[in-house]
Nanobody
C-alpha cells in the first residue's frame, strides 16, 4: 500500500505561481512513477505531468511550458511547480503513484483556484 498526501494548493492571482508537494509513504520502494493530474469543475480528470523514479518526465499539452515536475527520492516527495497560472487552471490537483505491480494510488487532492 502507498499513501499520498498533497499540499501547497490555494488561491492565487492570474500570472502567479504555486508549488504543490506530494509526500509518499508506505511501500515507497515499489513506486516506479509519480504524477500529477487535475480535475477542473464539471470536467474529467486529466494528466498534467509524470516522472519516473529515474527522472524521466512527461507533460501534457495543457500546461506544458508552465509546469515542472520533480521528485526527491530521499524525501519520497514529488513536486509540481506551476507558473503563469490562468483562471482555467482552477482545479483539484491529485497526486498519483504507480507501482511495479501496476497498482494505482491517489492522494486526496488539493484545490488550486486562480482568480482573474
Amino acid at each position: 500500500q502507498v499513501q499520498l498526501v498533497e499540499s501547497g494548493g490555494g488561491l492565487v492571482q492570474a500570472g502567479g505561481s504555486l508549488r504543490l508537494s506530494c509526500a509518499a509513504s508506505g511501500s515507497i520502494f515499489s513506486i516506479v512513477s509519480m504524477g500529477w493530474y487535475r480535475q477542473p469543475p464539471r470536467k474529467q480528470r486529466e494528466l498534467v505531468a509524470t516522472i519516473t523514479r529515474g527522472g524521466s518526465t512527461n507533460y501534457s499539452d495543457s500546461m506544458k511550458g508552465r509546469v515542472t515536475i520533480s521528485r526527491d527520492n530521499a524525501k519520497n516527495t514529488a513536486y509540481l511547480e506551476m507558473n503563469s497560472l490562468r483562471p482555467e487552471d482552477t482545479a483539484v490537483y491529485y497526486c498519483n503513484a504507480i507501482t511495479w505491480s501496476t497498482n494505482n494510488y491517489w492522494g486526496q487532492g488539493t484545490q488550486v483556484t486562480v482568480s482573474s
